[in-house]
């Protein structure tokens, strides 16, 4: 089955500097890569995601970007601001995974005024 | 967007009883429900996989008779704790398939459960 792995696991950077979580995925097949951002206590947000057929997507400040052939995607955020303090986790789906989301082990972004 | 429902939001209970966790979605119809376990500081690990009308299918190593799925209409998936132990306590949180299948999964606000 399907194995992602994130990384770094903690990251504290200054606020107004850019933020890179990075994170691979075992199967090829894999066709879908969310990012969430989840506060203490609560659900998992979708901030954004990319499909397996666009190399980057980009929103604002947060881009994702998707390597297909080495099986790695990545999560920019660029002027970071306090309140994107926050565990982030990358998942990984495939087609044929019947809808399942497998998740990285997370990244806890500290951003310091 | 598709909103998904779960309560209770937390939970506290004796060791060996039983807990039921619903989740509903509230604007769609949901056929498959995903029940995922949150340990603190520790990623979603999936449990199961929750259809409509049909027997759940499980992640190895999860105990079918120890969390008991339940998925009896379009709109709510059921998770019974049963037999308690302070070993399960933890986060567990409910996603649905958005409508039509495809993509942008959304969460339930998950329920924090603490056996004592």
């Known amino acids: 089955g399907e194995n992602v792995e994130q990384h770094p696991s903690t990251l504290s950077v200054q606020e107004g500097d850019s933020a890179v979580i990075k994170c691979t995925y075992s199967?090829?097949?894999?066709?879908?890569f969310p990012w969430y951002k989840q506060e203490l206590g609560k659900r998992p947000q979708l901030i954004i995601d990319i499909r397996s057929n666009v190399g980057e997507k980009k929103d604002q400040r947060i881009a994702v970007t998707l390597n297909k052939t080495a099986k790695h995607f990545s999560l920019h955020i660029t002027e970071t601001q306090p309140e994107d303090s926050a565990v982030y986790f990358c998942a990984a789906m495939g087609y044929n995974q019947g809808g399942k989301l497998i998740f990285g082990q997370g990244t806890e972004l500290s951003v310091k005024p | 967007g598709a909103v998904v429902s779960q309560h209770p939001s937390w939970v506290i209970c004796k060791s060996g009883t039983s807990v039921k966790i619903e989740c509903r979605s509230l604007d769609f119809q949901a056929t498959t429900m995903f029940w995922y376990r949150q340990f603190p500081k520790q990623s979603l690990m999936l449990m199961a996989t929750?259809?409509?009308?049909?027997?759940?299918?499980?992640e190895q190593g999860v105990e079918k008779d120890k969390f008991l799925i339940n998925h009896a209409s379009l709109t709510l998936s059921t998770l019974t704790v049963t037999s308690a132990h302070p070993e399960d306590s933890s986060f567990y949180i409910c996603?649905?398939?958005?409508?039509?299948?495809?993509?942008?999964?959304?969460f339930g606000s998950g329920t924090r459960l603490t056996v004592v």
């Open positions: 996603s649905a398939e958005p409508p039509g299948g495809g993509y942008g999964y959304t």
């Open positions: 199967d090829s097949a894999s066709n879908y």
């Open positions: 929750s259809n409509e009308g049909s027997k759940a299918t499980y």
